[in-house]
């Protein structure tokens, strides 16, 4: 009876791995590594690139008194890289004494430096490390800037690098796999975190500490970064790199649009002192499907009348606002299902070509 129950339990244990198909341990490094793909890795900062005190710290850390993870720090600890591409490190880190953690400048010059790289014969995918809290928005100015098929990934981490069970080493080991695969050529800017591949335009942030906090809101992740191997499902349909009219275009200045956000009793006087100091384009993330207040409309008309641009987006952050009679008839531009810090990258470069509400109505339609 014992004999039996050993051989039952033998062969389930079997089954169970079979089932699970644990993958084989990577090759052993070695010094020969032609054949590999070449991958510019850059560092732009964040928390995948920041140190706490203790392992046990994964909320307070960072700051001018902490030391870094330089770019190297990554190759040094995650040798397993070696076994996947060539890795060439560049440092894009902003000064930690400025003024401001992140501008739009910070965007123009990494999209410039990648579109050097995409002229490089001898780069096969580009991956950059970035804050989780402005990842989404980086990511999406690269992907409508950057003229490539070639895969660019923009990878982070919601712990620091040095936390217990930090998620920062296996998400930069993924997205370093995802640019070195051929599969992932002409899909646009990619993100890749907690194993999940999203596109830039539509990966979103929807938690502030938890390790799954990034997705496609709508439309889900695209493809995975699975142990064996990298897998995709779908391509996205919307303009991007290779197919956007703002591709290989090097931006010294954007025509300024501000965001402003609807909720009960929200006043019209914002918008109009925005108007006042000068925008071109604003974008009101409206409550339910893109609803603003009374007062805010009064004031987007007035807008309007200065040749202000108007989109709006839903604060609700799931589904499109919609066209309907009554937005077409006021000249408003649907932020489709965008939230509103994309929503103004976008209305900013649709604003370099026409002021004209139809056209920059179609562009996104089209992005």
């Not at 897998?231 to 290989?248: M, Q």
Request: aromatic share 8%; net charge neutral.
């Amino acid at each position: 009876m014992k004999a039996i129950f050993v051989l039952v339990a033998f062969t389930s244990l079997a089954q169970i791995a079979a089932a699970q198909e644990i993958p084989k341990d990577p090759p052993p490094i070695t010094s020969d590594s032609s054949h590999l793909p070449r991958v510019v890795l850059i560092s732009m900062g964040g928390t995948i690139a920041s140190r706490a005190p203790d392992r046990m710290n994964i909320t307070n850390y960072g700051g001018k008194d902490q030391p870094k993870v330089d770019p190297q720090d990554w190759i040094h600890d995650l040798p397993e890289l070696a076994n996947i591409a060539r890795i060439t490190l560049e440092d894009f880190r902003p000064p930690t004494d400025r003024k401001e953690r992140e501008t739009m400048e910070d965007m123009r010059e990494v999209a410039h430096r990648l579109n050097e790289l995409a002229n490089d014969p001898a780069v096969d995918g580009v991956v950059i490390t970035h804050g989780t809290n402005t990842m989404a928005e980086v990511a999406f100015y690269v992907n409508l800037t950057v003229k490539t098929d070639k895969p660019i990934v923009f990878v982070g981490s919601q712990r620091p690098w040095t936390g217990i069970s930090g998620d920062g080493p296996l998400n930069l080991y993924d997205a370093v796999r995802v640019a070195a695969s051929p599969q992932a050529r002409g899909k646009g800017v990619l993100h890749c975190m907690n194993q999940n591949i999203n596109t830039a335009r539509d990966v979103t942030k929807t938690s502030a500490y938890r390790v799954q906090t990034f997705k496609g809101v709508d439309v889900g992740a695209i493809g995975f970064a699975d142990p064996d191997r990298i897998v995709f499902y779908r391509e996205p349909t919307r303009k991007h790199t290779v197919s956007s009219e703002f591709a290989g275009m090097d931006f010294k200045s954007l025509p300024p649009v501000e965001v402003f956000y609807s909720y009960t009793e929200a006043p019209g006087y914002v918008i109009d002192a925005a108007v006042e100091h000068g925008v071109k384009g604003i974008v009101v993330d409206g409550v339910g499907a893109g609803v603003t207040t009374n007062s805010e409309t009064e004031a987007i008309k007035r807008a309007q009348a200065k040749g202000v641009v108007v989109v709006i987006t839903a604060r609700v952050h799931g589904g499109r606002v919609q066209e309907t009679v009554t937005r077409t008839t006021a000249k408003l531009v649907n932020g489709d299902n965008l939230p509103p810090e994309k929503a103004r990258i976008l209305l900013q470069f649709a604003l370099t070509k026409t002021s004209d509400w139809r056209e920059i109505k179609r562009y996104f339609d089209e992005y």
